[in-house]
């Protein structure tokens, strides 16, 4: 199996598992003398067999992503640059919509606002940041469907 299959699975257990939790919470009181809608018993059976099934598949993927060189690191350092990129770019996006707000003044005795850093600048670093997550998501989605994913 290729590591973007994998990931797929583990993106469709984590959906089951959710789903199984649900269904558990709606069976998990009735009124006296009423049926739970589900057997609480066997979604609990469900929910066993799934998180171990995920638990097995992630630590696989985990095994994957730490010994699969991309380029001069590996694909976990990959990863962890990514989720960084992803991070700053959203922390920097609230910095830009918070300083461009623009408020009315309704009379001049009404305090003035105005923004403290420049709009412009953090603009052209957000479209850079931007810029590599994008690049640096597509080269490791290309290295997961090249990528076999390791065996127990």
């Not at 797929?8 to 739970?36: C, F, H, M, N, Y």
């Not at 461009?100 to 009379?107: A, G």
């Not at 600048?121 to 990528?147: C, F, G, S, V």
């Amino acid at each position: 199996m290729k590591l973007a299959e994998a990931l797929i699975l583990r993106a469709d257990i984590q959906k089951r598992i959710a789903q199984l939790e649900s269904r558990l919470t709606r069976s998990a009181k009735v009124q006296e003398g009423e049926e739970p809608p589900e057997d609480p018993q066997k979604l609990i059976e469900d929910l066993e067999n799934l998180t171990g099934e995920l638990l097995s598949l992630i630590r696989r993927i985990n095994r994957t992503n730490s010994v699969t060189p991309m380029g001069d690191r590996m694909l976990s350092d990959a990863l962890a640059e990514r989720d960084v990129l992803k991070l700053k770019y959203k922390a920097y996006n609230a910095l830009i919509n918070e300083a461009s707000q623009r408020f009315n003044r309704y009379s001049l005795s009404e305090v003035r606002m105005v923004s403290t850093v420049n709009i412009a600048d953090l603009q052209l670093l957000l479209d850079h940041l931007a810029r590599d997550h994008r690049e640096l998501d597509a080269k490791i989605q290309a290295l997961n469907w090249q990528t076999e994913l390791i065996e127990n």
